[in-house]
C-alpha cells in the first residue's frame, strides 16, 4: 500500500509501518522509497543534505544538483552523486547496491573509501570496512521497490492533486452561492 500526503519534517524518523511503502518526494527529482518496517530521517543544511538510515531497506534515486548528498548507516558514509541505489541496513552489517550512478561508500569514520558503480554492491559488516564492490544479478534480489511503479506514485501525486482540486472547488462554489445570493437580493429590491 502507497501512502501519499505525509507530512516529513527533519530529524523526525519517517517509518513504514507492516505492509506499506512510503513515497517521498524531495522536489527535483529526488526521491525516497521506504520498505516496510523500514526508517530514516533527514537534515536539510544550506549546502548538504544528510539522510540517517536507521533501519531496514531504503531505495534513493537523485538527480545530480550542486547540493552534496550524504547517507549515514551505522556503518557506513556514502557521498551521493546522482544515483539509483538501496541501503539495506540490518543489525550486523550494511549492504548498499547501485542500479545507476555512482556512489562514494567509507566506513564509519569516513575512511577505506570504495566507488561502487553501476551493478556492483559492497557490505559492510559491523565495525568492519567497505568490501571490494562485486556485480550483482538484480533478478536475484528482493525488488520490493518494484511495486512502487508510476503508476502507483501518479496515484500519490494524484491523491495531492485531487486535494487542492476539491479545496479550491469548494471555495468556487461558496463564492457563487454568495454572489448568486446577493444578484437575489438586488433583484427583490429592483422589482420593489
Known sequence: RLVAGLDV?????ITAKEGEILLIDFREGNLVEVNSNASFN???KKD???????????RFLFVPTGKIRTIHTFETVSTVRGTDFVVNESQDKTEILVFDGNLAVSDINGQNTVDV?????TEVKKG????KPVAFDSSKI???FDAVTPENSQRQIGARTWTITAVI??????????????SLKRFRRVKK
Request: net charge positive; hydrophobic share 40%.
Open 128 to 131: 568492519g570496512k567497505p568490501t
Open 42 to 44: 533527514y537534515k536539510d
Open 117 to 121: 558503480g553501476p551493478g556492483y554492491k
Open 9 to 13: 519534517k527533519e530529524d523526525e524518523a
Open 48 to 58: 548538504e543534505t544528510l539522510f540517517e538510515v536507521l533501519k531496514g531497506s531504503l
Open 142 to 144: 528482493d525488488r520490493w
Open 169 to 182: 472547488l469548494i471555495v468556487g462554489l461558496v463564492i457563487i452561492f454568495f454572489g448568486i445570493k446577493k
